[in-house]
C-alpha cells in the first residue's frame, strides 16, 4: 500500500510532529539512517553510498568501502551518530536541476548516487543536507538531527547492488530507532527473545534438518525427527482434507517447456524459475508451481455442471530459484512443498467455495496453535496491468468476489495494492507466532485466467459448455517455512501431538532396564512415540540430555517403581510430577494429545 505525500519544494527546514504511528516512526528511522550515513562518511572518507530506506522494524544503508565492517566499527560508527545527534543539525530540503545534481556526485566520486540520479525522469532531483553531510533524497524527514533520541546499530551483511548478483558486493548496516528509549529496549528484548527462538539454530540443536554444500543452496534436508513431524502435519492434513470433500493427487516435478508457455509462467514469472533441461531434443522445466498439471487433469475429460466442484488436494514439490543472497533457513529455499489444492466449481458455486476454504484454513491455523492472523486482499497495481494476464473486466470480478467472500465472513483485511499473483487476486493471511511476528501462512487465489488460456469448460444445465472457475488455495503454505515457523512459535518445544519423541523413559540402573522396556512397549503400543534411554549413564545426565532434546515427558523407573508397578513422571511444563499409574498416566496423555494442547 502506498502512502501519497505532497512535494515539497521550499529550501528550508522540514518539521515533522513525532508521534508513535507508523508514519512517523517511519520518518524518523529514514532519517536515522541519513545520520548514520553522515557517521560513516566521517569515519571512512572514501566512502560509497548507496541506497538507505526504511524497512520493517528499522532501517538499512548500503556501503562500498574498502575494509569490512565488524561489530567493534558498528560501536565506532554508533558514538559518532551520537555526536551528529548532539549537534542538532536541521535537515535542509534543496532541489536542483538533473544535471547538475549528476556533475556534483560525479565530483565527489559516488557513482551509485550518479546511477540513481540517471534513473530518475524529472527535471530535476532533491537532496537533504544536514551539518556537511548531502544524500540524494526524496524526504521528508524530521526537523533536526537532535530529535533522534533512541536508536541502536544491529548488525552488517553483505548485499549486492539494488540487488542483482553481477553488481558490486556491498556492506548494508541495520539499524532501529523509536521515539521513545522504552520502546526501544523492549524491541532489543524482542530480538533476544528472537535469537532464542531462531530456527536455524534450533533446528541443528534438535537435530532437525540442515542444509548442504555438496546438495546445494536452499535445499533441505528433512532428518528424521523433522520427518516424523512433517508425517504427523501431513496425516492431519489428508484426514482433515478427506472429511471435507476432498481427493488427493500426485502430478509429476517436470513437464514441456510448451506447459508453462501456455499457462502463462515462461512470460510472466521466468526469473524465478531455473533453466530448462534438454531431454531428448525436447525442452523441459522444473515446475515452479503445480496448477497447470490440475488444468490438464480436470480437461482429461468432459465435465458436468452436475459433478462440480472437484477439490483436489496435493503436497506438491515445487522449485524456484532465488538468489543465493536471499536465501534464509527454512523460509526462503530453492525446493519445498506446498499444501496445494485447486478447486474447479461452476461461478455460483464460486463464493461458498472460497468460504469453506477460508473456515478450513482457520480450522487448520487453530489446530497448531495459531490464535492471531493478518489478512490482505491482494489485488492488481495501478497502472500495471502489463504485469498481469487478463481483461478488466475479469480481474474486477475476481477481485470483488473475494471481497466479498471476506464481509460475509466479518473478517477484518487491508488491500494490498500492487501484491496480486499474475494469474489472479488472493486472500493473503499472515500467522502471528509467540512474539507478534507475521509469517506468510494460507493463500487463496481465484483464477478466471488459467480456465481461459487452457480453455477449461464444464457442460451447463443447458447442454452448451461454460467456462469453468478455478480456486488455487493453501491452508499452511510451504511445508518447510510452516516448519519453520512452528520450531519459533514454540522456541522447538512442540506440543505433546506434534512432539517427534513424545515420552523417553530412563531406568535409574541395568537393574531397571527389563520393567523400562516393558512400560516402552507397553506406550508404543497405544500409538505412542517413546524410546528408552538404557546408557550407562549418571540418571542426572540422562534427565539433562532428555530436558535439551525437549521431549515433553521424561518417565524415571527405580526400585519403588518396579514394586509398585508405576512410573516417576517429570514433565517439561511441571518439572517432577511425582508417581503415576501407568494406566493414569496414559489416560492423561491421551487426552493432552486429542486436545491438541
Known amino acids: 500500500m502506498v502512502t501519497v505525500k505532497p512535494p515539497i519544494t521550499e529550501d528550508k527546514p522540514v518539521s515533522v510532529i513525532m508521534e508513535d504511528t507508523e508514519e512517523d516512526l517511519e520518518t524518523l528511522r529514514h532519517s536515522t539512517a541519513h545520520i548514520m550515513a553522515q557517521a560513516v562518511t566521517h569515519l571512512y572518507p572514501n566512502v560509497k553510498l548507496g541506497i538507505g530506506p526504511c524497512i520493517e522494524n528499522g532501517f538499512y544503508y548500503d556501503f562500498d568501502l574498502d575494509q569490512t565492517l565488524s561489530h567493534e566499527d558498528l560501536k565506532k560508527i554508533e558514538s559518532e551518530m551520537k555526536h551528529i545527534i548532539g549537534s542538532n543539525e536541521p535537515f535542509v530540503r534543496a ?16 557513482p551509485y548516487k550518479v546511477e540513481l540520479i540517471k534513473d530518475i525522469d524529472d527535471e530535476k532531483v532533491s537532496f537533504y543536507t544536514q551539518g556537511d553531510f548531502m544524500d540524494l533524497c526524496r524526504g521528508p524527514h524530521i526537523q533536526r538531527t537532535g530529535k533522534v533520541k533512541a536508536f541502536k546499530l544491529l548488525s552488517v551483511a553483505g548485499a549486492y547492488w539494488r540487488g542483482k548478483e553481477t553488481n558490486p558486493m556491498l556492506q548494508r548496516i541495520y539499524g532501529t530507532a523509536f521515539t521513545q528509549k522504552d520502546a526501544l529496549e523492549n524491541y532489543l528484548k524482542l530480538l533476544e527473545e528472537a535469537k532464542k527462538r531462531d530456527h536455524r539454530k534450533l533446528g541443528k540443536d534438535l537435530d532437525l534438518f540442515s542444509f548442504q554444500e555438496e546438495c546445494g543452496a536452499g ?7 523433522a520427518g516424523r513431524i512433517r508425517t504427523i502435519i501431513e496425516d492431519f492434513w489428508r484426514k482433515e482434507h478427506y472429511k471435507r470433500g476432498y481427493e488427493v493427487v500426485y502430478t509429476p516435478h517436470i513437464a514441456k517447456l510448451d506447459l508453462w508457455k501456455t499457462s502463462g509462467h515462461w512470460n510472466f514469472y521466468r526469473e524465478s524459475m531455473f533453466s530448462p533441461l534438454d531431454i531428448e531434443g525436447q525442452e523441459y ?36 530459484y532465488e538468489r543465493t543472497g536471499v536465501l534464509h533457513g527454512l523460509l526462503r529455499v530453492r525446493g519445498f512443498t506446498q499444501d496445494d489444492a485447486h478447486i474447479f466449481c461452476t461461478p455460483d458455486q464460486f463464493e461458498s467455495e472460497v468460504i469453506s476454504v477460508i473456515d478450513l484454513a482457520q480450522f487448520m491455523l487453530t489446530s497448531f496453535g495459531f490464535k492471531e492472523y493478518e489478512i490482505e486482499l491482494s489485488v492488481r497495481g495501478k497502472g500495471e496491468k502489463e504485469k498481469y494476464i487478463g481483461g478488466d473486466a475479469t480481474w474486477e470480478l475476481a477481485e470483488g468476489a473475494l471481497q ?41 487465489q481465484v483464477d478466471f485466467n488459467l480456465p481461459e488460456r487452457f480453455d477449461a469448460n464444464f457442460i451447463g444445465s443447458d447442454g452448451k459448455e461454460h467456462r469453468v472457475v478455478m480456486i488455487h488455495r493453501t491452508v499452511l503454505g510451504a511445508m518447510e517455512r510452516f516448519l519453520g515457523c512452528l520450531i519459533e512459535h514454540y522456541t522447538g518445544s512442540f506440543p505433546l501431538w506434534l512432539a517427534p519423541l513424545q515420552i523417553r523413559v530412563i531406568p535409574v540402573t541395568d537393574n531397571h532396564a527389563e520393567y523400562a522396556l516393558g512400560v516402552k512397549q507397553r506406550l508404543e503400543n497405544d500409538g505412542l512415540r517413546v524410546d528408552c534411554n538404557t546408557i550407562n549413564a549418571k540418571i542426572g545426565y540422562k534427565v539433562r540430555e532428555g530436558i535439551i532434546e525437549k521431549i515433553p515427558y521424561i518417565l524415571i523407573v527405580g526400585d519403588k517403581e518396579v514394586k509398585e508397578g508405576t512410573v516417576s513422571v517429570r514433565s517439561r511444563k511441571k518439572g517432577d510430577e511425582g508417581s503415576y499409574s501407568l494406566e493414569h498416566f496414559l489416560e492423561r496423555i491421551k487426552q493432552e494429545i486429542a486436545a491438541k494442547e
Not at 535445499?219 to 525427527?225: A, I
Not at 483485511?413 to 509467540?434: H, M, N, R, S
Request: with cysteine.
Open 95 to 110: 532541489e536542483i536541476p538533473k544535471d547538475e545534481a549528476l556533475k556534483k556526485m560525479e565530483v565527489l566520486g559516488q
Open 219 to 225: 535445499l533441505v534436508l528433512w532428518h528424521p525427527k
Open 285 to 320: 522445466l522444473l515446475k515452479p508451481m503445480n496448477c497447470p498439471f490440475a488444468i490438464l487433469m480436470y480437461k482429461s475429460q468432459l465435465r458436468s455442471y452436475r459433478d462440480l466442484p472437484f477439490r483436489w488436494a496435493e503436497l506438491g514439490t515445487v522449485y524456484r
Open 404 to 444: 466479498q467472500a471476506l464481509e460475509r465472513k466479518h473478517l477484518s483485511y487491508t488491500l494490498g495494492e500492487g501484491e496480486a499473483k499474475f494469474y489472479g487476486p488472493a486472500i493473503d493471511i499472515k500467522v502471528k507466532d509467540a512474539l507478534g511476528r507475521g509469517w506468510q501462512g494460507p493463500t487463496i
